[in-house]
């Protein structure tokens, strides 16, 4: 019978995001475990995201922060995928402005790039995978979700990040940005892979 461990498990987030971080935290609340910000390893690199999909700037990322910190490292990626667009922007969603893109400049891009699509045809989904590595960098497992919606023509909304304001989920008359913490939390994609890695880390296999 595996000894069921007594202190809590010690995962860094590879992440600076405040608030991704704390989404991540809110989520993972009752997983028995600690988790740490990259702020709390100040050596940790900057990782460049060169993989072409999700997964592979998950594992990318959190590979590297484990090897650099010492401890089991969980990172995402994820991002928006428009259907009228043929999928963009995809991986590149955090820099689909440029190399000097920020969240407002990336809404700003995406509303004129969809400009002539009607509406009907403005279907999207934001998607996430998360990847959690050991201590010697080695991926333990990766975890995805995702959510089905679409794009509205204006942002709406003050909460969240990144393209909430303009995202509507499927069956919902209002922007992730217009949704309390936990409401986002209950369907979003982040939260669904997290809830799988929930289901994971609940079974003690980590040491």
Do not use: C
Request: zero cysteines; aromatic letters at 6%; proline letters at 5%.
């Amino acid at each position: 019978m595996q000894e069921k461990r007594t202190q809590p498990l010690k995962i860094v987030l590879a992440t600076r995001n405040k608030k991704k971080l704390g989404e991540l935290k809110r989520v993972l609340a009752g997983a028995h475990v600690q988790l740490l910000g990259l702020d709390a390893f100040p050596g940790a690199p900057e990782v460049e995201e060169t993989g072409a999909t999700f997964e592979e700037n998950a594992v990318l990322k959190a590979s590297q922060v484990a090897k650099s910190t010492g401890h089991y490292a969980l990172s995402d990626d994820s991002g928006l995928e428009v259907d009228a667009l043929g999928g963009e922007p995809g991986v590149f969603s955090a820099r689909y402005a440029g190399a000097n893109a920020n969240d407002q400049k990336n809404l700003d891009k995406l509303l004129l790039e969809l400009k002539p699509v009607p509406e009907g045809k403005r279907t999207a989904r934001f998607r996430a995978v998360i990847a959690l590595a050991a201590p010697d960098g080695s991926v333990v497992r990766t975890f995805s979700g995702a959510v089905e919606g679409a794009i509205g023509f204006s942002p709406a909304g003050e909460n969240g990040f990144g393209y909430d304001p303009v995202f509507y989920p499927q069956g919902h008359d209002r922007t992730f940005a217009q949704m309390e913490s936990g409401e986002k939390d209950a369907m979003s994609h982040r939260a669904r892979a997290l809830q799988k890695l929930k289901k994971y880390l609940s079974r003690g296999q980590l040491k």
